[in-house]
């Protein structure tokens, strides 16, 4: 009798593991889409246990939706692209689930850190998801903005070599936001407001039907990483195709970047007018 008893102990154990199993599932499947990069693919792991009236909030966002939670995680690995994610254990009562999470970088440097509380429909989806920092374990706002700075240059340091020096447009069109407004003087020969990369390309062509160019001192870099702006200051060397004359002009520009592309471009001339006359120029 005592074995009867203890085999139907251990079925009603093993019945009751099985099913906070499951009911564990959409709390897997929600790390697992945080651990997704690819938006596409995190896109459709989301709808599997994310319903249209499901929400998300945490110090960062409050949001509804499938999209607007894809959203969400697009947006912080923007600025995190190397982030790494561990949870710990997970607390269950009825269709409520709690555990504490980290976010990591690649060189395990702690990014953040905090506890989820989540809410569960009990049909293998999740109704609610909030999320609380701990701002004791989140990276100083300081480091966050040295980072985003760091960003930032190194999409200029980027452009500046295709532009200068690869002359590679394909990889600068990669860098470039869709819209993006590029602003010369109005006095030179190829002045103007281009909008899109297809109309900087042309921009770029005309431009180099009026001179050659060399670098002849390397960019110096000054950034505002708050208003994401970064300012580039270097000098070039140039050789006017109408008349064969050289002349060396320093030169600064002004970017604007957003959500790591560039969005907006302003060069300033140390003097547009004796730039603009020396491209003119004649034998």
Known sequence: MRKIYLFCFLFMLNGLIAQKKDKLYPITAYEKVWQEKNSDARLKMIKSIWLEDSTFEDPSASIKGTAAFNNVINEFYKKFPDAVLTSGAKIVKDN??????KIVDSKGKLIMAGRDFARLNGKGQV?????????????????VVKNLETDNFKVVAKYYECL??????????TLIEEGAVYTQATGLPYGGTYVGFSEWNKMFAKAGEFFDLQIEKEPTYFSDASKNEVIIYFT????????????SMPISE??????????????????TKQFAEFLKSKK
């Open 236 to 247: 070039i060397n140039c050789k006017a195709k109408k008349s064969g004359k050289t002349m």
């Open 96 to 101: 409520y689930v709690t555990w504490e999470w």
């Open 127 to 143: 109704s609610k998801i909030i999320g609380f920092w701990d701002k004791d374990a989140t990276l100083p706002e300081a480091d």
């Open 254 to 271: 002004h970017f604007e970047l957003k959500n790591g592309k560039i969005t907006a471009v302003r060069p300033f001339y140390y003097d």
């Open 164 to 173: 200068f020096k690869t002359r590679d447009f394909d990889i600068m069109a």
